[in-house]
């Protein structure tokens, strides 16, 4: 069997799209990546495979067949496979995206959770309002600065990580929320994120 035989006769039994890659494993390799690539090439010339652009990668369908009775009917049935084509090309696109997201999402997902900072934060914010406490009943020059210039620094440090999280999650959120059917409250429910609204979060302690 051909070359080309071989391609299309994959392409039509699978029916949905594939890239070069995805082709070259579903032969088992029996072709090598360039005569795919030039098999697939003299096929959109023959209008017998669909090319279509995806990001920096191209994916290719076959072209649906039909009789050529010449009818209003056949071409009708005609254009409604081509858009099927289309569609699928579209919904592939589409998923790969989105596969791409979920996995940004879970390698987010593997550091520090937002709802662990907000409590280091909240406890660094309780320990300096004690400390101030305590200093308001000592002169100036009878406390440990040492310690006080560290608690500080430990909590800007902190404010400085979540906001940068809290950045990263929105900008995330919102990446996925282009392609997600339901509303924006449902996709945070569904991934298991709470806003500081949720929670009831708000920074009380500023240093300047």
Do not use: W
Request: glycine share 2%; proline share 2%.
């Amino acid at each position: 069997m051909s070359a080309v035989d071989q391609v299309l006769q994959f392409l039509s039994d699978q029916n949905r799209p594939f890239t070069p890659n995805d082709i070259l494993q579903g032969l088992n390799q029996k072709l090598g990546k360039s005569q795919i690539v030039t098999t697939l090439n003299k096929l959109v010339e023959q209008n017998r495979v669909i090319e279509k652009n995806c990001g920096k990668q191209k994916i290719y369908c076959v072209a649906q067949k039909s009789s050529a009775l010449g009818t209003s009917k056949e071409t009708t049935v005609l254009e409604i496979e081509r858009q099927n084509s289309s569609l699928a090309l579209k919904l592939k696109d589409v998923e790969d995206q989105l596969e791409k997201k979920r996995a940004q999402l879970r390698q987010f997902e593997a550091k520090p959770t937002k709802n662990q900072l907000l409590q280091k934060k909240q406890d660094l914010e309780d320990e300096i309002k004690q400390i101030r406490e305590q200093l308001k009943a000592y002169p100036e020059d009878t406390y440990d600065k040492t310690a006080k210039d560290k608690i500080e620094r430990e909590y800007r440090a902190v404010l400085k990580e979540y906001n940068k999280r809290r950045k990263m999650c929105t900008e995330m959120v919102d990446a996925i929320f282009e392609n997600y059917p339901k509303t924006k409250k449902h996709l945070l429910q569904e991934i298991g994120i709470e806003t500081d609204d949720d929670v009831g979060f708000k920074v009380k302690v500023q240093i300047k």
